[in-house]
């Protein structure tokens, strides 16, 4: 089993800035990518930034120039430092990673979720 500890959100006024983290434990043998999506109020969730293990990032053109995500591979962390916050960024933040557990087994997990709110 692997699970995925988030940490950080909360409330900022909009051109303010916040931090989220996340841990990895449990089995694993390798981690693929580690990254954040969020889900607002009535809308899909949707990809926010992604690290990809020997393979850069992915981030959404919606927050480019504004979040940076940034990653442990030793210790399989992963954090999205987020600045400049509109609105818009107001949802849930959730951490996915995904790898294998094996060589053979894969997994791809979800955190909880984290509350971010950016009051205007």
């Known amino acids: 089993q692997v699970q995925l500890v988030e940490s950080g959100g909360g409330l900022a006024q909009a051109g303010g800035s916040l931090r989220l983290s996340c841990a990895a434990s449990g089995s694993i043998f390798s981690i693929d990518a580690m990254g954040w999506y969020r889900q607002g109020p009535g809308k899909q969730r949707e990809l926010v930034a992604e690290s990809i293990t020997g393979g850069g990032t992915r981030t959404a053109d919606s927050v480019k120039g504004r979040f940076t995500i940034s990653r442990d591979h030793a210790r399989n962390t992963v954090a999205l430092q987020m600045n400049s916050l509109k609105p818009e960024d107001t949802a849930v933040y959730y951490c996915?990673?995904?790898?294998?557990?094996?060589?053979?087994?894969?997994?791809?997990?979800w955190g909880a979720g984290t509350q971010v709110t950016v009051s205007s």
């Open positions: 996915n990673a995904r790898g294998g557990i094996s060589t053979i087994t894969s997994f791809n997990v």
